[in-house]
């Protein structure tokens, strides 16, 4: 029987959530919408370009189809592919222990698309409530979303790296 591991599960649970959140938080937004939603604003915070909410919803749904479905079949090919053809670290080591590889694989291809659900979700709730009327919300109120995105990419896409350049050996102390 294979067992998984808590952190599998977690990258898991948070990837279902993320795509929830993303799909729930699109379909309330678009209900909150006016016809035309400022998307772009200038140095005052007012709207000076506009998208119909339609397009927003189109666009948030492709980023959902996209990031949800080829990123994860990218993910799902990599897990087919021979260890001698994978660019990584240690790699006699970890081609030794191929199911490991697959999870620390499959988890930072999960991990990965749900922080792109979940940035995606933060966008679509910030441009609701810049554009909601009855808030107070202003552009500069979601100032710290750029610096939650960065830091969240940086982590997740220096992660697997980083993990793949300790041998597993050294790691769980089973092999």
């Known amino acids: 029987m294979k067992t998984m591991k808590i952190s599998s599960f977690i990258v898991g649970t948070w990837r279902v959530l993320s795509i ?27 709207a000076d ?10 666009i948030a749904m492709g980023l959902i189809l996209v990031n949800n479905v080829l990123l994860l079949g990218l993910g799902r090919r990599l897990l087919t592919m021979p260890s001698h053809l994978l660019p990584i670290p240690n790699q006699a080591a970890w081609s030794a222990n191929r199911e490991a590889l697959n999870e620390h694989l ?3 291809f999960y991990c990965l698309v749900a922080a792109i659900n979940t940035i995606a979700a ?43 350049a300790i041998k597993p050996s050294v790691v769980s102390g089973k092999w």
């Open 20 to 46: 929830l959140l993303v799909f729930g938080l699109s379909v309330f937004s678009y209900t909150l919408f006016s016809e035309d939603v400022g998307v772009h604003f200038d140095q005052f915070g007012k």
């Open 49 to 58: 370009k506009y998208l119909r909410k339609s397009d927003i919803f189109y």
């Open 106 to 108: 499959k988890n930072w």
């Open 122 to 164: 933060l966008g679509i709730f910030s441009l609701a409530s810049v554009n909601n009327t009855t808030t107070q919300y202003t552009v500069n109120s979601f100032d710290w979303l750029i610096y939650l995105t960065c830091g969240l990419l940086i982590v997740i896409l220096f992660a697997l790296p980083i993990r793949l």
